[in-house]
């Protein structure tokens, strides 16, 4: 049994416990992160032994840390491809808007080429919604709006 002053410490309650190689470490006291600190295992603080129930505390912090860098980044990504979307929907709105003014500038001008160049793009886009027209149509349309 343990006696103690009153105040309950942390290593008043370890000491009841018997330390365990440091799992970290392997019990060597140093990690392969030289550039940290000289090597110095965080863990065990260079020991190369620990409590076990240092191990659990220290375990269960590292999983909650690593659950929140995970949400984070999850988070981060998901704000990312929402803004790819935003952008791209963007840009096919400004397009379309390009192009239905450019074909409604071509519809107002009355000349042979753009007649021509018209009634193209009507054939073309009646044979379309009609059935995929085989290529041979498609150039039959093009060449006779051409003549």
Not at 58 to 86: F, G, P
């Amino acid at each position: 049994m343990i006696y103690f002053s009153g105040i309950l410490t942390k290593t008043d309650i370890m000491c009841d416990s018997k330390k365990i190689e440091c799992p970290r470490c392997g019990g060597s006291g140093k990690t392969e992160f030289s550039h940290v600190v000289y090597g110095v295992c965080f863990m065990c603080s260079g020991g190369g032994e620990v409590f076990p129930k240092r191990v659990a505390e220290l375990t269960e912090k590292a999983n909650i840390r690593k659950a929140n860098k995970e949400a984070k980044r999850l988070a981060e990504d998901e704000a990312i491809e929402l803004r790819i979307k935003e952008e791209e929907n963007k840009y096919q709105e400004w397009q379309y808007n390009r192009n239905l003014e450019y074909f409604n500038a071509q519809k107002n001008i009355k000349t042979k080429g753009s007649e021509k160049f018209m009634k193209g793009v009507l054939g073309i886009r009646s044979s379309c919604s009609i059935s995929a027209p085989a290529a041979s149509t498609s150039r039959w349309l093009l060449m006779s709006t051409a003549a």
